[in-house]
């Protein structure tokens, strides 16, 4: 799921959490397999917008100045607590005391001044770089304080910033985060075998340590829905918090040993139009094919059921959702009239998906449905690496599928052209800046509500579905979240009785 692109993906997926017990006897009752479905290619989240890497990371090794609770409250992390000017320009960081990254160095004003700096560099690679551009200037009064002047007011500042991408790192270890990771979080990193598992252990010298109960969490990298279901019902998994299989949840719930959750997530599934390229360029043909679609059957035979429809950018569960999907009903003669109404002739469109279940699953739908519209539909299923590289960074694609489980991702359309889509729109670009800048909640929720419209208006891409939280857990398993407001899962309240 793309899965920051916001992150685009963090374009892209939902991770997906695993612990296992093999190591039990080591650490009694204290130890947790976790299944993921997407191993990344980076420790980084700095650096790399694959999804995982905040499931895993993210505020468990690696620690923003705020963090986010499951009901999407800012709350303090290396911040203990911060001052906003009237203006709303003006924003003071007190920090935390005595706080020391997991190779011994201390933490301080330095770190933040240099991570931030970092990812607000011309040559910086971090994946949302965009969070950083509101900011003017940032300051160290002292090594505990830390103030940053805002260029315009930005609605998401504080929120962003309990984001993987503004991860606060130290300049020492930096350069080696992709592989051996360094942070002040309560876990600390301690093996990664690629293609197996990923191992972290308790950080007995974090601040609220006494909080912590799990000495060990072992990620599996379990891609397969099939040897996902065998290894849970083996009992050799304790839990997967993003199970990718909802055709088998039936089998769970029957099953008195397990605990079945279905949340929600950020995550919004579209069939991605390439907006830079003929035919995509054309509003017809967008339209078209957006009519072509028939939600209720990708849904079914995707996610057996289990997904609500989207008509928009948007989840249904936000607080300015607005339900447009109407606007493109299925209506196989409407997209035949649009496509003659194009004057193009399309003979055969690419369809490069990720290796996730619910992309490979709409992919194959989505073929069936173009061809009753005359649209020949090559699928090509390729590896979450070559994904990102051509699709994600090259734009080399027609079109795709993929979930954007980053929170608050309009922006992803304001990127200009220079992002995936291909999308550039001045208008557009105008109103995600007043929704930036608006403070009052209620009014900011009217310009998202337009926002949306717009989008669908515009038919950009091929909305198809909210990707929901399914989760599996061995009885006894709390703490994890049913839902997810971030694309992090902090594991400090997680516990195996």
Known sequence: MLNKFNKPIRVAIYASIALTMSFSHLFAGSSISIGMQQEPTSLDPTSDATASIDGMLSHNVYESLTTVNES????????????????????????????KYHDGSAFDSEDVLFSFERAMSEDS?????????????ISAPDSHSVVIKLKKKDAFFLFNMAKGDASIVASESSASNNEKPVGTGPFIFDDWKRGDRLVLVKNSNW??????????????FISDAAA???????????AF????????????????RFTVTIGSTEGEVILAFNNKKSPFDNLDVRRALSHAINRDEVIDGAMYGRAVPIGSFYPPHGAA?????????????????LLKVSGL???????????????TRSAEIIQAQFSKVGIDVKVEN?????????VYKKKNYDMTIIAHTSPNDLGNFARGPKYFYGFDDPAYNDLYAQIVGEADPEKRNELVKQAQRYLTDKAVHGFLFQLPKLGIFKNGIKGFWKSAPVLYQPLQAVSVN
């Open 228 to 238: 996902a279901t065998a290894a849970m019902m083996a009992e050799e998994l304790d």
């Open 241 to 256: 918090p993003g199970f990718p299989a909802p055709e088998l949840l039936e089998q769970f719930e029957a099953d008195p």
């Open 321 to 337: 959702y607005v339900d447009l999907t109407n606007v493109y009903a299925h209506d196989l003669d409407k997209s035949k009239e």
């Open 207 to 220: 601040h609220d340590a006494q909080s912590v109960s799990l000495e060990k969490v072992e990620f599996r």
């Open 382 to 390: 390729v590896e979450w690496g070559f994904w990102i590289d051509e």
């Open 345 to 359: 002739k399309i003979d055969e469109l690419s369809l490069r998906v990720p290796p996730f279940p619910y992309a």
């Open 72 to 99: 999407g409250q800012v709350l303090p992390a290396l911040a203990t607590d911060w001052q906003v000017s009237p203006d709303g320009l003006e924003y003071t960081f007190n920090l935390r005391k005595n706080v």
């Open 125 to 137: 690679v971090n994946p949302t770089k965009k969070i950083f551009k509101p900011i003017e200037e």
